[in-house]
């Protein structure tokens, strides 16, 4: 069947077909709009685990998304399509992840790994996988984006998206991100590892086309990233978490506090989204939790208005999510944050995701 009779035939309110993509879609690649490429990757880390288990978790839970979103009800007939990715991204996390944990546990106790031969050669060994990862994650984005698809990115630990904003790059000449996240990420080559989780904005800046970062809930930063923040004159925007708390308690609303934040873009946007920014009790088996943060409708709310603002989304990553032991709360909201953030891309790059759905109230 052609896209027009699948349509025709779907019924959106029935579960979502366990054979089918994600959030139970029965499109195609070739039919869909949007295609999700999954990175389960997470080898750098050193606190929590279970980022590279994110994707797959959020593509579990998709399923259970109803599809007839308030702000974009039409959503789903554009295809969300969750893209086929190389065995050996998963494969080569596993293993690189377990040669990493001896170098950061000699980083923990005061070793030197530079006068340790063997763990000096795996700390290599590690950020030339880690490089050869981000070139196929480039090429990946830059084979659908050929294709004329809108391309979205989920993680995976935080280090993931570099190769999708050097695709980026190599489409717009000048773009800016919106970083929401807990963390600031601008530890220069954290624990030796020169893709590190903690490293994705610094080494993003290393892109002369991100023109600007502008960070939202900052809660946890080192002295050496407020020292990048400074010399970057201006590049990087940091919006800590207890800032924004702190107008808003005298009076400042999250509707100025929005515009603030999205007047300071230019014109080209890509988001990205640890999950970790939000309230820990979204999402708790995110690997860095960290206490304060904003909820999912503030963060949506963000979204909604930076898509009606006339900036252009060109892009976003979701990362972080990492299922639980005992249930699948994480993958839950990070199921139902890619639904709306899809949506979000979609209609701010004028596709068709139907009129919101206005209910009377007395």
Known sequence: ???EQIIETFDPSQPGLADATIFGLPFSAEQSEIIIIPVPWEVTVSYGAGASEGPE?????????????????????????????????????????????PIIEALEAGQ???????????????????????????????????????????GGDHSTPLGYYEALASQHDNFGILHLDAHMDLR????????????????????????????????????????????????????????LKKESFEGKTWQQQCQSIIDSLPQKVCISFDIDGMYPWYCPSTGTPVPGGFSFEQATYLFNKLAESGKEIIGFDLVEVAPGENDDWDGNVGAR???????????????????KIEFARN
Request: glycine share 6%; with cysteine; proline share 2%.
């Open 57 to 101: 978790a959020v593509l579990e839970a998709s399923f259970q998304v109803d599809l007839n979103h308030q702000d974009f009800p039409d959503l789903w007939k554009l295809g969300m399509y969750y893209a086929e990715i190389p065995e050996t991204w998963k494969s080569n996390s596993d293993k690189y992840k377990a040669i990493a944990q």
């Open 337 to 355: 944050m890619l639904f709306h953030m899809c949506g979000v891309l979609a209609k701010n790059n004028g596709l068709n995701t139907g009129t």
């Open 188 to 243: 220069i080559a954290y624990e030796g590892f020169t893709y590190s989780h903690a490293s994705i904005m610094y080494n993003a800046l290393q892109i002369p086309q991100i023109s600007k970062i502008v960070q939202v809930g900052i809660r946890d930063f080192c002295e050496q990233e407020v020292d990048v923040v400074q010399t970057q004159d201006g590049r990087v925007l940091v919006h800590t978490d207890s800032d």
């Open 112 to 154: 030197d790994v530079s006068q340790m031969p063997e763990l000096k050669s795996d700390l290599d060994s590690i950020n030339k996988v880690c490089r050869e990862l981000h070139t196929e994650v480039q090429q990946e984005v830059l084979y659908w984006i050929g294709k004329g698809k809108k391309v979205v990115l989920l």
């Open 1 to 3: 069947m052609n896209k």
